[in-house]
């Protein structure tokens, strides 16, 4: 396959591009090279980024971790983190499927490719559910035709962790003082929620300086008339996840409920309404919910983390290390021989 070439700049601390030229970037058969860095792509993780900067985090040696930020000025962000995605998970799960067979289980690998980035998603070991969690997109897909349609648009907010329907929010506050006058710039990725609370903050504080104060309208209105209400899938999961930030568990996980009805099996509503339980003190319904999103989606890592801390606090080693064996799959190592295996 041919190279994939790019150019970007490094980042100073404020994460604004730095030098006046950029720098050469390309993605071969084997490596990512990144100016001076060449990474075998068996060994990277993945690339991360929104707006105009890019992270890619690589493991270096043993078990540390390296990473290294910059601005895409050519070649497109989008497609950079999609490329560089498409490689080395590819890369990744050729290497494994090789162990595996290698070590006599070739019949143990299985993969699934994400529709929306084309990453490929190692599930060896595991079993099949309705659902498939891409970690480059971080969402959710259903096999099988009654898939919601727009299911790819819903992830984990950066803010508040709900599974939601996050998007790129832009935070501005002017000010003015006396002798100066300054203003304040950031993109961030967020929920609707998420937004309401940020857009009443930008409208006061831009509303006292007057200038600012139509963008932060224009904001209030996408907050308020947007995100999920315009789905046709999870029309009740803004409201659901408005109320769990109330603290009003009762009617968030009513609202969890009724969306559940439509879709038995949605893995990122069955983890909110687990996160709803546990914030309620509800810690057996709390691990239930959080069991049925694995059941739907048994991948899907941010309920297997909740859902592992949650019987580790209880105590529930014999739950934990079942879990954790259904989720790693081929990767599970159970723990030495002798170990206390206590269920709660
Ligand atoms: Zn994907
Ligand atoms: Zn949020």
Not at 100 to 122: F, I, N
Request: hydrophobic share 40%.
């Amino acid at each position: 396959m041919a190279d994939f070439r790019f150019k970007f700049k490094e980042l100073n601390d404020q994460g604004q591009p730095t030098g006046l030229f950029s720098t050469k970037a390309a993605i071969t058969d084997s490596m990512l090279v990144l100016g001076t860095d060449a990474i075998p792509l068996h060994q990277v993780i993945g690339a991360d980024g929104h707006t105009y900067n890019a992270v890619v985090r690589w493991h270096s040696s043993g078990d540390a971790i390296s990473h290294h930020a910059f601005r895409v000025t050519s070649g497109g962000l989008k497609n950079v983190l999609r490329r560089i995605n498409q490689a080395c998970s590819q890369a990744r799960a050729r290497q494994h499927r090789d162990d595996l067979e290698l070590q006599g289980k070739a019949g143990m690998y299985r993969d699934w490719h994400c529709p929306e980035c084309r990453s490929t998603v190692d599930l060896s070991g595991r079993e099949q559910t309705p659902q498939t969690w891409c970690p480059y997109c971080d969402a959710l897909f259903t096999l099988g035709a009654d898939a919601p349609r727009d299911e790819a648009s819903f992830s984990c907010c950066d803010q508040c962790n709900l599974y939601s329907q996050p998007k790129a929010f832009t935070v501005f506050y002017f000010w003015f003082a006396l002798v100066a006058f300054g203003y304040e710039y950031q993109i961030k990725r967020m929920c609707n929620v998420c937004m309401r609370k940020e857009v009443w903050k930008m409208l006061l504080v831009n509303f006292i300086f007057l200038v600012g104060t139509i963008p932060s309208l224009v904001q209030v209105i996408r907050a308020y008339f947007g995100g999920s209400k315009l789905s046709t899938s999870f029309r009740e999961l803004d409201s659901a996840n408005s109320a769990a930030h109330k603290g009003d568990f009762q009617s968030a996980s009513a609202l969890y409920q009724r969306i559940l009805e439509k879709h038995p099996h949605s893995a990122g509503v069955f983890y909110n309404l687990g996160l709803a339980q546990f914030n309620a003190g509800d810690l057996g319904n709390a691990a239930s919910a959080l069991k049925a999103s694995l059941n739907a989606c048994i991948n899907y890592e941010p309920a297997f983390v909740a859902l592992a801390n949650l019987l580790d606090s209880m105590g529930d080693t014999r739950q934990l290390e079942h879990i954790k064996q259904r989720f790693l799959g081929v990767e599970y190592e159970p723990p030495p021989a002798g170990g206390a295996v206590n269920s709660a």
